[in-house]
């Protein structure tokens, strides 16, 4: 069964610091692909990154970097130099590649504080 | 903007209300889907169209009705909810279907308070 938790409800940060939210997800199949999104206050969820299941290199966009590692099933987002405009609910996600019904399983999410 | 937008953004109703939620798409994309996101639970699917053909419904109660009349416009019809429907309703698009390699764009959803 696929599933993807988010362990940390809320974190606090003061601006400029570094953080990293943690997803850790559990699937049966070998082909499947991870995503992160952004909710800020309004609403939309925001798409960051899409990421294979054959694609363990790290990515860098600007301050946002993702850690994937299969062999603790676990795809981590880390922000660095912090900033009050990254205040959002950060939601981690699993979709199967072959499944039939293209659901994307979400992780209950990370709400992200930054202080000024 | 996600080019998803959804109207009204907040709707307050009754439990005996009829009401409708909408969602366009301005990506030309195949796929459409509706989300619910209640406090503190993950996101649930509950209905997937594709080029207006409804290919799944999540075991969603039937006071819910989607309708999808083209692949930019897409309905969520509500009838007789339940105080537990109150949640944020969120709308999705992608370009097609095809598991996790189409990644959906979401819309600023609408906030449903059921009285």
């Known amino acids: 069964a696929q599933k993807v938790t988010q362990a940390q409800t809320e974190i606090s940060v003061v601006e400029k610091e570094d953080v990293t939210l943690d997803c850790v997800y559990e699937t049966r199949d070998t082909t499947y692909y991870l995503f992160w999104y952004k909710q800020p206050p309004s609403g939309e969820l925001v798409f960051l990154i899409r990421r294979n299941s054959f694609d363990e290199q790290n990515e860098i966009s600007g301050r946002y970097s993702w850690n994937f590692q299969k062999s603790t099933s676990s795809f981590n987002f880390t922000i660095t130099a912090s900033q009050v405009v990254d205040s959002a609910v950060y939601f981690c996600?699993?979709?199967?590649?072959?499944?039939?019904?293209?659901?994307?399983?979400f992780g209950k999410g990370t709400r992200l504080h930054i202080l000024p | 903007e996600t080019g998803v937008t959804q109207t009204p953004r907040h709707l307050v109703m009754g439990m005996t209300n009829k009401k409708s939620l909408k969602c366009e798409q301005h990506l030309g994309h195949n796929a459409m889907y509706w989300y619910k996101q209640s406090a503190k639970k993950p996101l649930e699917l509950m209905f997937v169209y594709s080029l207006e053909e409804r290919v799944e419904n999540n075991s969603v109660p039937s006071r819910f009705s989607p309708e999808c009349p083209n692949s930019s416009h897409l309905f969520l019809h509500l009838h007789t909810l339940q105080p537990e429907d109150s949640a944020l309703y969120l709308c999705a698009s992608s370009q097609d279907l095809g598991g996790g390699y189409n990644e959906q764009f979401f819309g600023p959803g609408t906030r449903l308070t059921v009285l």
């Open positions: 996600a699993l979709s199967e590649a072959f499944n039939r019904d293209d659901k994307i399983i």
